[in-house]
């Protein structure tokens, strides 16, 4: 079993850019999403070798970009970060870009570089769980501290799901019955950084959806 030391040294060793299989928006980063989240041990020996991998042959369809390195949507690369972070991948590069793309109103959105100025629920979701999980893992730094606040404090300030300007339900699958429990709150309760005193609103409304559709099914 590598210990970690091991990783911290394998986070710091080079990948090699060799013709490889391609890492897509489909299944491949979400995989080990699913495995992180399941809270697999990063030090197992087959999930090293699996990172090591990872790291020397997928590379992204965008550009070529090798996997830990990132691609352009700040939703893969909040993914990425988090799958980096835990395995103990340097993904500090995307952190950095990250930390340039928040929109002003303290989320993230995929559509600014089409000239959209309003962040997307989902796209901020991805960002700040790689933020909670790259600071668990090294500490973060003030800058990327800030960013997540700030990032919190988008959806906080809209109920988790909520649009600012009418405080009705903007995101759909947010708001759908069992997705907000097992996607949207989960991934803020996992990190215990969220100050849930905040999210009275949502969470109530989550627990008004959950028994109306109980007793319809009853």
Do not use: K
Request: proline share 3%.
């Amino acid at each position: 079993m590598t210990t970690a030391s091991g990783r911290a040294a394998r986070a710091s060793q080079g990948t090699s850019a060799v013709t490889s299989p391609v890492a897509n928006r489909g299944h491949r980063p979400f995989r080990l999403t699913l495995l992180r989240q399941l809270g697999i041990d990063p030090d197992d020996e087959q999930m090293v070798e699996t990172i090591d991998r990872v790291s020397s042959n997928c590379h992204w369809e965008h550009e070529g970009q090798r996997f830990f390195d990132g691609e352009v949507e700040p939703c893969i690369n909040g993914l990425t970060v988090a799958i980096g972070a835990y395995f103990g991948v340097d993904v500090d590069g995307i952190v950095e870009r990250l930390l340039g793309e928040q929109l002003e109103d303290g989320g993230w959105n995929c559509e600014a570089e089409n000239g959209s100025v309003r962040s997307s629920f989902d796209t901020t979701l991805c960002v700040l769980e790689g933020l909670w999980e790259h600071e668990r893992g090294t500490d973060g730094s003030a800058e990327s501290a800030e960013a997540r606040r700030r990032g919190e404090a988008y959806l906080l300030d809209r109920h988790l799901f909520s649009a600012a300007e009418h405080g009705r339900d903007r995101h759909t699958e947010l708001s759908r019955v069992f997705v907000p429990d097992v996607v949207a709150l989960r991934r803020a309760a996992r990190a215990r950084l969220l100050p849930f005193h905040r999210a009275g609103t949502g969470f109530a409304a989550r627990r008004s959806d959950r028994a109306s559709a109980i007793q319809m099914a009853a």
